[in-house]
């Protein structure tokens, strides 16, 4: 009985860290912000600071250079690669978030918009 005490007491400790151990702070919610590609309005403020601070399944994230409380998106594992490209041509976009993107390639932004790539690695 005491060792089962003790692996519900250790199990319970390791629930406690899962976020900081997943990479996300204390009250961040799953997912993550939509491609913000809106013009900047410097002279609207923040909305929300943080997840905590939205409703229900919303996440604090950036849109025109303001944080608002915006639905979250699934995103894949790693990050974008650095696109060190100039664009000579109208911007398009082959996706809008991750889960347009076929296996684990991601969403990233490039030079004349955005379309599926490798994650970087590293």
Do not use: I
């Not at 399944?57 to 950036?62: D, H």
Request: proline share 8%; glycine share 8%.
């Amino acid at each position: 009985m005491k060792l089962w005490s003790f692996l519900l007491v250790a199990l319970l400790a390791l629930g406690t860290q899962l976020p900081a151990a997943s990479g996300r702070e204390k009250g961040e919610k799953w997912g993550g912000c939509p491609p913000d590609d809106e013009p900047c309005l410097l002279s609207v403020p923040d909305q929300c600071m943080n997840d905590r601070q939205c409703p229900s399944t919303l996440k604090c994230c950036y849109r025109a250079c303001f944080r608002q409380c915006v639905p979250r998106v699934s995103v894949k594992l790693g990050s974008c690669p650095q696109d060190r490209l100039r664009c000579l041509s109208p911007t398009k976009h082959v996706c809008s978030q991750d889960s347009d993107c076929s296996g684990k390639k991601r969403c990233c932004r490039s030079a004349c918009g955005r379309d599926c790539r490798d994650p970087a690695r590293g």
